[in-house]
T-cell receptor, first 113, second 117 residues
Framework: DVKVTQSSRYLVKRTGEKVFLECVQD?????MFWYRQDPGLGLRLIYF???????EKGDIPEGYSVSREKKERFSLILESASTNQTSMYLC????????????FGPGTRLTVT | GNSVTQMEGPVTLSEEAFLTINCTYT??????LFWYVQYPGEGLQLLLK?????DKGSNKGFEATYRKETTSFHLEKGSVQVSDSAVYFC????????????????FGQGTILTVHP
């Protein structure tokens, strides 16, 4: 069965901390994505990557960075966490061969206090 | 740019009622259209999709038809169950002008569906 896993389901961090969210997929997909999900706003794309070491900004990249050193792993980094980054973070992956059908992980609910 | 608009929720229905969740879109070119479902505490799962005009996607009793003339992709189910309670997202994938979309999706804001016994 195909899988996208995220390192934590729940995370609580303090303002100013550096936060790492990890995502791993076992489907050999080229494309990987990070979204944040907030009530009433749907999913908003933070960053995506279409190949190892390649990254592109999404719609809301401010305050975030990403890293993709291996094909199966895509990390989201909050350089200095702020309370307005409290949210649900979802990782997804896809392949050109799947017709843009994205597979999602279970999400990480991050609270910044 | 691309955008997706879903009907405002939440939607509350009794079991066996008919469901419609409206979705309209704006996109350049010829997008692919998707409905995703998110059950409580889980990530999103693809529910159904359609890749060209007049295609009908269907799964688990849900259906949606790609209507290019009205730029719509409304989700329907004839008889909902309590287990259908979830958040439903409409989404599209459209290629950038002169290039590939890299699989980027544009999502609507989501519609919360609650079904009571």
């Amino acid at each position: 069965d195909v899988k996208v896993t995220q390192s934590s389901r729940y995370l609580v961090k303090r303002t100013g901390e550096k936060v790492f969210l990890e995502c791993v997929q076992d489907m050999d997909h080229e494309n990987m994505f990070w979204y944040r999900q907030d009530p009433g706003l749907g999913l908003r794309l933070i960053y995506f990557s279409y190949d190892v070491k390649m990254k592109e900004k999404g719609d809301i990249p401010e305050g975030y960075s990403v890293s993709r050193e291996k094909k199966e792993r895509f990390s989201l980094i909050l350089e200095s966490a702020s309370t307005n980054q409290t949210s649900m973070y979802l990782c997804a992956s896809s392949s050109p061969g799947t017709g843009d059908w994205q597979y999602f992980g279970p999400g990480t609910r991050l609270t910044v206090t | 740019g691309n955008s997706v608009t879903q009907m405002e929720g939440p939607v509350t229905l009794s079991e066996e009622a008919f469901l419609t969740i409206n979705c309209t879109y704006t996109a350049t070119g010829y997008p692919s259209l998707f409905w995703y479902v998110q059950y409580p505490g889980e990530g999103l799962q693809l529910l159904l999709k359609a890749t060209k005009a007049d295609d009908k996607g269907s799964n688990k009793g849900f259906e949606a038809t790609y209507r290019k003339e009205t730029t719509s992709f409304h989700l329907e189910k004839g008889s909902v169950q309590v287990s259908d309670s979830a958040v439903y997202f409409c989404a599209l994938s459209a290629p950038f002008a002169g290039g590939t979309s890299y699989g980027k999706l544009t999502f609507g804001q989501g519609t919360i569906l609650t079904v009571h016994p």
